[in-house]
């Protein structure tokens, strides 16, 4: 319970920065959201209105993240917690309502049905794939990386919309017309996303090393294949299953991502002669790394 005892002593200095030190404007309202992408799709609605404070920073695990002093401050000043349905929350959430219980909780995932992990049985344990040796029970089994949809992302916004007209209805025109103007951007990128990567023929296959772009692929008819086996890197036996499974289809690239090692992604590569590609599901500025992701994949893609 370190980071009370922590919460506590800073609690008074909370008082002098409204948000957590972070400067905002008169009349915004402070909000809090668990990763990177969300701080985007939180802005593309809130605007000018908003003041966002991000619980896991870029580059850091959010399934084995735990908030720091500084960051219970800013929760105890925000009126709204957007939640995506990451692991962590399981954990934390109950304790953020708890530092202030006047915060608005908002499950943007909701309406969203989420899928079980793909065929090599992934559960998203959140202490599984971590460094912290810390034992949080989280079996869930089904998929969370629901953020990195285009159509699943247009729940999301119209979840965020509803929050926002709730906590802030003054400023209701303006909410409504950021909502419209991006989602019509939403539907530009998933036309982008379809034209790059959708084939009427069989899915095809890419590998990468932990398994975040489920949803990703089944938007636009691809299959991904996780080198993680629930959440640990492949016994020898695995490992060799997948490689022969890389030759046969003719997957030379394997994607990565920076919270996670990529020796093993490494090892597959150069075994199928072919390349680790780095491709980053947390990155903040959404719209763009999804583009990307099209572009890495339609040049990856056997
Ligand atoms: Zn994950």
Not at 70 to 91: H, T
Not at 105 to 118: A, C, H, S, Y
Not at 181 to 202: F, M, P
């Amino acid at each position: 319970m370190k980071w009370l005892l922590g919460f506590l002593a800073l609690c008074c200095s909370a008082a002098l920065f409204p948000f957590g030190g972070i400067a905002r404007a008169a009349g915004t309202v402070p909000v809090a959201v668990s990763i990177p992408p969300q701080k985007y799709f939180v802005e593309k609605i809130g605007g000018r209105w908003v003041a966002v404070s991000v619980m896991v920073e870029p580059g850091a695990n959010p399934h084995n993240y735990e908030p720091k002093p500084q960051q219970m401050i800013q929760l105890a000043a925000a009126k709204i917690y957007f939640a995506v349905g990451d692991p962590f929350e399981k954990v934390w959430l109950r304790k953020f309502a708890a530092a202030n219980p006047a915060m608005l909780i908002v499950n943007t995932e909701q309406g969203i049905r989420k899928l079980p992990m793909d065929s090599h049985g992934h559960g998203e344990e959140a202490p599984r794939h971590g460094k912290s040796g810390k034992k949080e029970a989280i079996p869930e089994g089904l998929d969370p990386h629901v953020w990195l949809s285009p159509p699943l992302v247009m729940l999301q916004a119209r979840n965020i919309l509803d929050a926002f007209l709730r906590v802030d209805p003054e400023h209701r025109s303006d909410y409504e017309a950021n909502y419209a103007r991006w989602v019509t951007e939403i539907v530009q990128l998933d036309l982008y996303l379809l034209e790059k990567l959708s084939r009427r023929d069989v899915p095809r296959e890419f590998m990468v090393f932990h398994p975040s772009w489920g949803y990703f692929a089944g938007a636009y008819g691809l299959k991904q294949l996780s080198v993680e086996v629930e959440g640990k890197e492949p016994k020898a036996a695995e490992l060799k299953e997948l490689i022969r499974h890389a030759k046969e289809r003719n997957i030379r690239s394997v994607f990565v991502q920076p919270q996670f090692s990529g020796a093993t992604a490494k090892v597959i590569a150069e075994a199928v002669g072919g390349r680790v590609v780095m491709a980053d599901p947390l990155a903040e500025d959404w719209d763009r790394n999804l583009r990307e992701m099209g572009d890495k994949l339609s040049a990856a893609l056997p």
